[in-house]
């Protein structure tokens, strides 16, 4: 029998901090689902747990047009087409069975049934990017190489026509930008990067954690041979960087930074900052933002009437989370 873990439980599995567990054996007939849905004791006897997914009810999958009742414990999906190539991850052999779960691209796809736009643009980041999320740790994530790629996701999506939320996924996809190091880089992007219809500055989209090498002229003027910059825009040679508390504080880390900075700039790079308490601070993000878009020579212009209020919608959402009222959003109100 084959067992697919999808939609939650595989985003929990994709996010687990264990490394991914991947069964060679399980490979053959990978996009195939079997019709047979696994009974509540079959999920249970697999011991999710080692391998990340925590969270009741478990979701899985299987083939044909109806679902068993959902219960406090599990939840069956079924499909009735057949899955696209690189659906399904084998995790593991668990008696005469087989344990699936749905692949980074397939579960970017399942949850688009289930998450807004932004937040389905935030899951790309993260699935694109070099971090994910996590509710033990002070930082609420941690490191890792990215799960996926834009490309691979797109293409994925180009074979998965008949899946509930393959357009959703399409146009979130348009919106994403790979290799961020943390939630506040996605956040950051996202506030300055999506169309003024859904709350962002409309600016191009930066590189994020780009590399500027110091060239052999140059490499008497800085102590490294080259640099990342949190964003950065190289063809017009401005780099933003995010100054978070957590990592730039400490007069060590500050004369750090201050190095940083001055060699960038000898590198002929133009250096903005972001603080945190900007970007909680509406009226002093709008001013940062403005300054930005001026050295990207472009101009911002709304043609929305209720963009201000798209932008506190965007912001609830991406800083509401881990930032609370009486810490965060001082000055936070539309004027």
Same mark, same amino acid.
């Given at each position: 029998?084959?067992?697919?873990?999808?939609?939650?439980?595989?985003?929990?599995? =994709?996010?687990?901090?264990?490394?991914?567990?991947?069964?060679?054996? @399980?490979?053959?007939?990978?996009?195939?689902?079997?019709?047979?849905?696994?009974?509540?004791?079959?999920?249970?006897?697999?011991?999710?747990? %080692?391998?990340?997914?925590?969270?009741?009810?478990?979701? *899985?999958?299987?083939?044909?047009?109806?679902?068993?009742?959902?219960?406090?414990?599990? *939840?069956?999906?079924? +499909?009735?087409?057949?899955?696209?190539?690189?659906?399904?991850?084998?995790?593991?052999?668990?008696?005469?069975? #087989?344990?699936?779960?749905?692949?980074?691209?397939?579960?970017?796809?399942?949850?688009?049934?289930?998450?807004?736009?932004?937040?389905?643009?935030?899951?790309?980041?993260?699935?694109?990017?070099?971090? +994910?999320?996590?509710?033990?740790?002070?930082?609420?994530?941690?490191?890792?190489?990215?799960?996926?790629?834009?490309?691979?996701?797109?293409?994925?999506? &180009? !074979?998965?026509?008949?899946?509930?939320?393959?357009?959703?996924?399409?146009?979130?996809?348009?919106?994403?930008?790979?290799?961020?190091?943390?939630?506040?880089?996605?956040?950051?992007?996202?506030?300055? @990067?999506?169309? @003024?219809?859904?709350? /962002?500055?409309?600016?191009?989209?930066?590189?994020?954690?780009?590399?500027?090498?110091?060239?052999?002229?140059?490499?008497?003027?800085?102590?490294? +041979?080259?640099? !990342?910059?949190?964003? @950065? =825009?190289?063809?017009?040679?401005?780099?933003?960087?995010?100054?978070?508390?957590?990592?730039?504080?400490?007069?060590?880390?500050?004369?750090? &930074?201050?190095?940083?900075?001055?060699?960038?700039?000898?590198?002929?790079?133009?250096?903005?900052? *972001?603080? #945190? #308490?900007?970007?909680?601070?509406?009226?002093?993000? &709008?001013?940062?933002?403005?300054?930005?878009?001026?050295?990207?020579?472009?101009?911002? %212009?709304?043609?929305?009437? &209720?963009?201000? +209020?798209?932008?506190?919608?965007?912001?609830?959402?991406?800083?509401?989370?881990?930032?609370?009222?009486?810490? /965060?959003?001082?000055?936070?109100?539309?004027?």
């Amino acid at each position: 029998m084959k067992i697919v873990i999808s939609h939650n439980s595989a985003l929990e599995y =994709w996010r687990s901090s264990t490394p991914p567990q991947q069964d060679s054996s @399980c490979t053959a007939k990978a996009r195939t689902l079997d019709r047979q849905q696994p009974s509540l004791a079959q999920i249970e006897n697999l011991g999710l747990r %080692q391998y990340g997914v925590l969270s009741e009810p478990v979701h *899985v999958l299987a083939r044909g047009s109806k679902a068993r009742k959902p219960t406090g414990k599990a *939840v069956h999906h079924t +499909s009735i087409i057949e899955l696209p190539e690189g659906a399904l991850v084998g995790i593991a052999t668990c008696g005469s069975g #087989k344990l699936y779960v749905s692949s980074p691209e397939l579960c970017f796809i399942q949850m688009a049934g289930q998450f807004t736009l932004p937040q389905l643009i935030e899951l790309g980041f993260e699935f694109c990017g070099l971090y +994910s999320l996590t509710d033990n740790g002070p930082r609420g994530f941690f490191p890792r190489h990215p799960l996926t790629s834009i490309e691979k996701l797109r293409k994925f999506s &180009d !074979r998965s026509g008949g899946l509930h939320g393959t357009k959703l996924a399409q146009r979130a996809l348009r919106f994403v930008v790979p290799n961020a190091a943390s939630p506040r880089e996605t956040a950051l992007t996202m506030l300055l @990067c999506l169309p @003024c219809a859904l709350g /962002g500055y409309g600016l191009d989209k930066p590189e994020l954690n780009f590399r500027r090498n110091a060239d052999r002229r140059n490499r008497r003027l800085s102590d490294k +041979s080259f640099y !990342r910059c949190d964003l @950065c =825009w190289p063809e017009r040679k401005l780099a933003v960087e995010y100054d978070s508390d957590l990592h730039h504080t400490g007069s060590e880390r500050i004369a750090s &930074d201050s190095r940083r900075r001055n060699a960038l700039t000898s590198l002929g790079m133009t250096m903005l900052s *972001v603080t #945190k #308490k900007q970007i909680n601070n509406y009226t002093e993000f &709008d001013r940062a933002s403005r300054q930005i878009a001026r050295h990207l020579g472009k101009r911002i %212009q709304p043609r929305s009437k &209720d963009f201000v +209020s798209k932008q506190f919608e965007l912001r609830a959402y991406l800083l509401g989370r881990t930032i609370s009222p009486k810490s /965060g959003y001082e000055g936070d109100t539309p004027q």
